[in-house]
């Protein structure tokens, strides 16, 4: 058994898509019209054929306080691993990306946390 796709709810698909793209670098996998919504997943461009992330609509009326929560409380909603979390805190602070937490090496983890202008909260982090 492996995982094959999970997701994070959205305030807008479309600005979302630009976001896990242009600025993080995700490739976009499938985008299928559902009514007023798609089905609009993302990969890694170094795995392809890995594990999607679904670009999901926050439209159901228990997401907002679901993620408002999450936020609220500084939890992420996705954890994202990187080979260099400074490299990669420095290259997304310079595209502008906000982040609520710094890069921060707790033992053999260094973990930092940015927001994803969708709503969310993303975590990055490198185990040594």
Known sequence: MRIH???????DQEKA???YTDVLGFVKKND????EARWLTVVSPEHPEGT?????PSGHPAV???TSALVQDGIPAASFAVDDVHAEFDRL?????RF???PLAMGTVTTAVFD?????LIQIVHTR
Do not use: A, I
Not at 32 to 35: Q, R
Not at 116 to 120: L, P, R, S, V, Y
């Open 5 to 11: 796709l999970t997701s994070v709810f959205v305030d």
């Open 17 to 19: 898509m630009r976001f």
């Open 32 to 35: 299928v019209p559902l009514g």
């Open 52 to 56: 999607e992330l679904l670009l999901e």
């Open 64 to 66: 907002q306080p679901y």
């Open 93 to 97: 602070h310079g595209l502008g990306v």
């Open 100 to 102: 609520t937490q710094e």
């Open 116 to 120: 994803d202008t969708c709503g969310n």
